[in-house]
Structures are given as C-alpha cells and as structure tokens.
C-alpha cells in the first residue's frame, strides 16, 4: 500500500489550496477513503471522507462548506480542495485508506500572513 500526497504549500488566511493523494498497491476504487491533519503535539484531527464510489462525502463542521473531498478512480487518486482557509488550519494532511488504516507520509499545509 502507498499513498502520495503532494500539493501543500504556503498560503495566505483566505486563500486555496488543493490536495492530491496518489494510490497504489491496492484496489483504490475498493476503499472508503479519509483525510485527517496533525499539528505536531496534538492528535490527529479527522477533516473528510468519501465512499468507494465517490458519490457520498462526509466533512468536520470546522471545514464543511469551505473543503470539497472528491476521487478520480480511474487515476487512483483523491483530493481534497480547500478554500477560505484559516491560520489555525496550519497542519501536515494525510490521506487515509478507509477510515483508520494506511496513511501516507504527509503535506504541509502553512497559512500565514
């Protein structure tokens, strides 16, 4: 099992980003699958999910309407766009497959003035 992500970066209070999560190594189209972020000291913070077909999401109250979870299974991969984003969101992403299972190494998110 590997799990990618890529598209982190710096950006402003209020700005977007948009998260990849490449899959590999199982049948991606098989899997529920989660984002989740750490801020380093503190657990890890559940953000979105979506089921194997991609046509049910599931999001925190603190990103629902500003977060859009989705997947192209036919790339084997998953995203996450993320819009009006907060300083307080600062935190490494992880793609997860299913809900508590493999996790891939991770992409920083920094927002900041």
């Known amino acids: 099992v590997q799990l990618v992500e890529s598209g982190g970066g710096m950006v402003q209070p209020g700005g977007s980003l948009r998260l990849s999560c490449a899959a590999s190594g199982f049948t991606f189209s098989a899997y529920d699958m989660t984002w989740v972020r750490q801020v380093p000291g503190k657990g890890p913070e559940w953000v979105s999910s979506i089921n194997s077909g991609g046509d049910t999401t599931y999001y925190a109250d603190s990103v629902k309407g500003r977060f859009s979870i989705s997947r192209d299974n036919a790339r084997n991969t998953l995203y996450l766009q993320m819009n009006t984003l907060k300083p307080e969101e600062t935190a490494l992403y992880y793609c997860?497959?299913?809900?508590?299972?493999?996790w891939g190494q991770g992409t920083q998110v920094t927002v900041s003035s």
């Open positions: 997860v497959r299913g809900y508590v299972g493999a």
